[in-house]
């Protein structure tokens, strides 16, 4: 049976005291499987405050009703499209 994935760019989470617009940079990685990694670290290039920011305070956590796990993806992001750059 397939896996069912629900993805929410619903925005709950914020605002991040950090200023990353979490939303977007779980939207852009959700992205790199369709796009490839090339056009959307391009996206994310754009972004003034890049999922790397992330404290892991926690706050979106608990602001998110979906139980997203928001820290996680933060540091998938800065692994796909920071490290990448590095």
């Given at each position: 049976m397939a896996r069912v994935v629900f993805?929410?760019?619903?925005q709950h989470?914020?605002?991040?005291?950090e200023?990353?617009?979490i939303?977007?940079?779980i939207w852009h990685l959700d992205q790199v499987p369709a796009?490839?990694?090339?056009?959307?670290?391009?996206?994310?290039a754009g972004f003034p405050v890049k999922a790397s920011a992330c404290v892991e305070c926690g706050v979106c956590l608990e602001?998110?009703?979906?139980?997203?796990?928001i820290i996680d993806r933060m540091h998938e992001a800065a692994a796909v499209f920071?490290?990448?750059a590095a």
């Open positions: 993805v929410h760019y619903c989470c914020l605002p991040c005291q200023g990353i617009e939303g977007w940079v796009k490839g990694i090339g056009q959307v670290a391009e996206w994310y602001r998110c009703p979906f139980d997203v796990e920071e490290e990448q």
